[in-house]
């Protein structure tokens, strides 16, 4: 029995399965226990259970607002919660800072990248971290470490290139080398495939896959259930700050999920029916081209069409010059070639005032910083493009009844959740903000609608929403131009597809012949034969 004894113990020794490729300690379990955090007026969690294990990716689902944020920050040690406890490998452990969570062997890669673009991806990496050359950095060390890591998990990077000459996709890459140079066992994933291309996405998951074949345990925040479906194995629904419930993947569906977190049936499919406005051209432009906001070329001869009753998407990976297609369209960036037409009139030089008069409407991307004034009443933003003229003003006085009926009806209207119309628009959540938009916007009847990004950060319940007021547009005879990052909008509702790569447009594909492949290639830059420029 002794030496029976002694060969368990050597057997256990040879096959230790507590540490990962990477040379750091597995996180075996990690469970989330009662978890309750409150703000001022707000519970955001209340006791919330949730867990995850080595060799698992496990997605967390819920519309804006049900709490998975504030519960990955409490995991992450940014939030201190009132109420329950977080155990590892089933010891329970304190988490207080993020400094906690690393040491913990927990990660995070955040939405928006945290790297210095001046910097060279081993500076990133070595950033904040002790150097045994005191004030000098490690950087040969720290080369040979973020090159091997790229060997153990297919997250190959050069060390010496900067970040701003890394393509989003690779830019990523390096925020996860950052967390496992750290020791993260353990990775939080908060939208991570929100600005990739379809192949970056395909990539990315077979590096997810590797992970967790290493052993390594993943938190994977999305909206897009599509990929919550492809990529993990168990999925956790919050709503309203508790938690509904926990399955396996495999025994759902993208409809089950949607239902689940809204808590009514959600129509996940949108089926465009053909109208009798596709006739005349409502806008053209002819060879436009702009700069950045750095002086740089951001538009290079575009050339684009969009006939009343048609949305043609614009896709393309952000920073490509979607923003500055949207402005220079409505008035607010110059173009330093070309000529924009609207049914036929030329507007290139034309004010947004001027702009706006012929009855083009704009939803900007930035909707707190260019579509509404934070510190103005509901009322107030309903109002924001016509103030000072009929039915809402006369001899320069506001007219307040006329303003509080005109607000009233479009909160009624676009179901705008809100205490009142004086409720001053900071205090709204992102959907209610993005609804009050589109209610000014598109109350006006408006010849051109442009529309850019209009559901970013939106949960499924209030992007259905927006959806349903776009293809009601659409069917009214409104000319839609519509910027989106997310592929599967694009592809859902746009009868043509066209897409920007580093300001030009590569093509355009009509809604039967446009697949995720194609468009991802030419969202890469890969210019196909035979495929329509104009």
């Not at 009806?409 to 628009?425: G, Q, Y």
């Not at 697949?515 to 034969?529: C, F, I, Q, R, Y």
């Given at each position: 029995?002794?030496?029976?004894?002694?060969?368990?113990?050597?057997?256990?020794?040879?096959?230790?399965?507590d540490?990962?490729?990477?040379?750091?300690?597995?996180?075996?379990?990690?469970?989330?226990?009662?978890?309750?955090?409150?703000?001022?007026?707000?519970?955001?969690?209340y006791?919330?259970d949730f867990?995850?294990?080595s060799?698992?990716?496990?997605?967390?689902?819920?519309?804006?607002?049900?709490?998975?944020?504030?519960?990955?920050?409490?995991?992450?040690?940014?939030?201190?919660?009132?109420?329950?406890?977080?155990?590892?490998?089933?010891e329970?452990?304190?988490?207080?800072?993020?400094?906690?969570?690393?040491?913990?062997?927990?990660?995070?890669?955040?939405?928006?990248?945290?790297?210095?673009?001046?910097?060279?991806?081993?500076?990133?990496?070595?950033?904040?971290l002790?150097?045994?050359?005191?004030?000098?950095?490690?950087?040969?060390?720290?080369?040979?470490?973020?090159?091997?890591?790229?060997?153990?998990?297919?997250?190959?990077v050069?060390?010496?290139?900067?970040?701003?000459?890394?393509?989003?996709?690779?830019?990523?890459?390096?925020?996860?080398?950052?967390?496992?140079?750290?020791?993260?066992?353990?990775?939080i994933?908060?939208?991570?495939?929100?600005?990739?291309?379809?192949?970056?996405?395909?990539?990315?998951?077979?590096?997810?896959?590797?992970?967790?074949?290493?052993?390594?345990?993943?938190?994977?925040i999305?909206?897009?259930?599509?990929?919550?479906?492809?990529?993990s194995?168990r999925?956790?629904?919050?709503?309203?700050?508790?938690?509904?419930?926990?399955?396996?993947?495999?025994?759902?569906?993208?409809?089950?999920?949607?239902?689940?977190?809204?808590g009514?049936?959600?129509?996940?499919?949108?089926?465009?029916?053909?109208?009798?406005?596709?006739?005349?051209?409502?806008?053209?432009?002819?060879?436009?081209?702009?700069?950045?906001?750095?002086?740089?070329?951001?538009?290079?001869?575009?050339?684009?069409?969009?006939?009343?009753?048609?949305?043609?998407?614009?896709?393309?990976?952000?920073g490509?010059?979607q923003?500055?297609?949207?402005?220079?369209?409505?008035?607010?960036?110059?173009?330093?070639q070309?000529?924009?037409?609207?049914?036929?009139?030329?507007?290139?030089?034309?004010?947004?005032?001027?702009?706006?008069?012929?009855?083009?409407?704009?939803?900007p991307?930035?909707?707190?910083?260019?579509?509404?004034?934070?510190?103005?009443?509901?009322?107030?933003?309903?109002?924001?493009?016509?103030?000072?003229?009929?039915?809402?003003?006369?001899?320069?006085?506001?007219?307040?009844?006329?303003?509080?009926?005109h607000?009233?009806?479009?909160?009624?209207?676009?179901?705008?959740?809100?205490?009142?119309?004086?409720?001053?628009?900071?205090?709204?959540?992102?959907?209610?903000?993005?609804?009050?938009?589109?209610?000014?916007?598109?109350?006006?009847?408006?010849?051109?609608?442009?529309?850019?990004?209009?559901?970013r950060?939106?949960?499924?319940?209030?992007t259905?929403?927006?959806?349903?007021?776009?293809?009601?547009?659409?069917?009214?005879?409104?000319?839609?131009?519509?910027?989106?990052?997310?592929?599967?909008?694009?592809?859902?509702?746009?009868?043509?597809?066209?897409?920007?790569?580093?300001?030009?447009?590569?093509?355009?594909?009509?809604?039967?012949?446009?697949?995720?492949?194609?468009?991802?290639?030419?969202?890469?830059?890969?210019?196909?034969?035979?495929?329509?420029?104009?």
């Amino acid at each position: 029995m002794f030496f029976v004894a002694i060969l368990a113990s050597l057997n256990r020794i040879m096959n230790r399965t507590d540490t990962l490729p990477s040379g750091h300690t597995r996180i075996e379990t990690l469970e989330m226990r009662g978890i309750t955090k409150r703000f001022p007026g707000v519970v955001a969690n209340y006791k919330v259970d949730f867990d995850v294990h080595s060799g698992e990716v496990h997605a967390l689902l819920g519309e804006n607002g049900a709490g998975k944020s504030t519960l990955m920050k409490v995991l992450y040690g940014m939030y201190s919660a009132e109420e329950g406890e977080i155990r590892l490998n089933g010891e329970r452990v304190y988490i207080n800072s993020p400094t906690d969570a690393i040491e913990a062997g927990i990660g995070m890669i955040h939405q928006h990248f945290m790297l210095v673009e001046t910097l060279t991806v081993a500076e990133n990496v070595a950033l904040g971290l002790p150097s045994s050359r005191g004030f000098l950095t490690d950087i040969d060390k720290v080369s040979e470490r973020i090159i091997k890591l790229g060997e153990i998990y297919g997250l190959k990077v050069d060390p010496g290139a900067y970040i701003w000459q890394l393509s989003v996709g690779q830019q990523q890459r390096v925020e996860i080398i950052k967390a496992l140079y750290r020791g993260a066992a353990l990775l939080i994933l908060d939208e991570p495939t929100a600005v990739l291309t379809p192949q970056e996405v395909d990539e990315f998951f077979g590096i997810m896959r590797q992970m967790v074949a290493d052993g390594h345990a993943l938190i994977f925040i999305s909206h897009k259930l599509h990929e919550v479906i492809n990529i993990s194995q168990r999925v956790t629904v919050l709503r309203d700050g508790r938690k509904i419930g926990t399955r396996q993947t495999a025994d759902t569906t993208k409809s089950d999920l949607a239902n689940w977190m809204v808590g009514r049936e959600v129509s996940m499919t949108r089926k465009l029916v053909n109208t009798d406005h596709h006739t005349q051209q409502r806008l053209v432009l002819e060879n436009i081209s702009c700069d950045s906001d750095r002086g740089t070329s951001a538009l290079k001869n575009v050339n684009l069409s969009v006939r009343s009753g048609e949305i043609l998407g614009v896709a393309g990976v952000s920073g490509n010059g979607q923003r500055e297609l949207a402005e220079t369209i409505t008035g607010l960036r110059p173009s330093t070639q070309g000529h924009i037409y609207l049914e036929g009139e030329d507007i290139t030089h034309l004010s947004p005032g001027e702009i706006t008069e012929r009855m083009v409407s704009y939803i900007p991307e930035e909707r707190m910083r260019d579509g509404m004034i934070k510190n103005f009443t509901i009322a107030e933003n309903m109002i924001l493009r016509e103030h000072n003229k009929a039915p809402f003003a006369q001899n320069g006085f506001l007219k307040l009844k006329t303003i509080a009926a005109h607000s009233d009806k479009l909160i009624r209207d676009f179901n705008v959740k809100a205490p009142s119309r004086e409720t001053l628009a900071k205090n709204l959540s992102g959907g209610n903000i993005q609804k009050i938009v589109l209610a000014r916007e598109i109350s006006r009847k408006p010849r051109l609608l442009v529309a850019a990004q209009p559901t970013r950060g939106l949960d499924i319940g209030a992007t259905e929403y927006v959806h349903e007021q776009l293809l009601e547009q659409r069917r009214d005879g409104t000319a839609i131009l519509m910027i989106s990052e997310d592929l599967d909008e694009v592809i859902a509702l746009s009868d043509r597809i066209a897409v920007i790569f580093e300001g030009e447009i590569m093509g355009i594909l009509p809604h039967e012949e446009a697949t995720p492949e194609k468009l991802g290639l030419l969202m890469a830059g890969v210019k196909e034969e035979g495929v329509q420029t104009a």
